[in-house]
């Protein structure tokens, strides 16, 4: 059981260029989220995916593509990176059983826009 | 909007001191109250939660109550070690249909030998 996975771990883009984000989770969540992790101002919520199919905008998502591609996997893409997102991208799945709910997260991607 | 506000870092402690780190909120109806702790190099992890007034979470030595009246989740322990050392973030949910966290800005702890 891997939990939440996130691939790369470590990145260096120039200014424009485009990647993407994988994110993974083994746990049969339904709900999936995309945060971004900048000094001091704690996550930031990009997108969600509360099921597989759906996805939603969270408080921060401009500049941001996500596809949620089965129920395991969750992606988010910068079509055009600019240096305002450099950040550590963190990936989450949420265990739901009745009212309980937890979020589980990755490891995180940083990323640095040049 | 909900809101969290804690404490600013960097908190530094010797081993063995009490550890008490501030935490309000503001949202709507009645949250969730969560702390997370980050180890370098990781993501987060859930510490302890509560999800109903006056209810104490606790895990690891930790606890926090949730007080509705002054709308706080402060986070103690009573004598903190240096595998302690690491990001505290308070954090709510407001129930709504995603199940979505608002987190606070995060407190870095470091603990002294």
Redesign the interface.
């Given at each position: 059981n891997a939990g939440?996975t996130q691939t790369p771990k470590f990145q260096v883009l120039k200014t424009g260029q485009s990647m993407t984000l994988q994110c993974a989770q083994d746990m049969n969540h339904n709900?999936m989220?995309w945060y971004r992790q900048d000094p001091?101002?704690?996550?930031?919520?990009i997108y969600?995916s509360?099921s597989e199919g759906t996805t939603?905008k969270?408080e921060v998502p401009n500049g941001y593509n996500v596809s949620r591609l089965n129920k395991r996997e969750f992606s988010l893409r910068l079509e055009s990176a600019a240096p305002s997102q450099t950040s550590v991208y963190?990936c989450?799945s949420?265990r739901?059983e009745g009212?309980y709910?937890?979020?589980f997260?990755?490891?995180?991607t940083r990323l640095t826009v040049l | 909007g909900n809101s969290?506000t804690q404490m600013?870092g960097p908190v530094t402690l010797s081993e063995e001191a009490f550890l008490t780190i501030n935490c309000t909120y503001t949202a709507t109806g009645y949250p969730?109250l969560f702390w997370y702790v980050q180890y370098p190099?990781?993501?987060?992890?859930?510490l302890l939660?509560a999800?109903k007034a006056d209810d104490k979470g606790s895990n690891k030595g930790f606890e926090a109550t949730y007080r509705k009246e002054t709308t706080s989740f402060h986070l103690e322990k009573g004598s903190v070690q240096v595998s302690d050392s690491a990001v505290y973030?308070c954090?709510l949910?407001a129930n709504n249909?995603?199940?979505?966290?608002t987190?606070?800005?995060?407190t870095r702890l470091m603990v002294k030998p």
């Open positions: 939440v709900s989220y001091g101002m704690g996550l930031r919520l969600y509360a939603d969270g963190f989450a949420n739901q009212s709910n937890e979020q997260f990755g490891p995180g | 969290v600013e969730s190099g990781e993501g987060l992890q859930l939660k999800t973030f954090a949910s249909a995603g199940n979505m966290l987190f606070g800005g995060g």
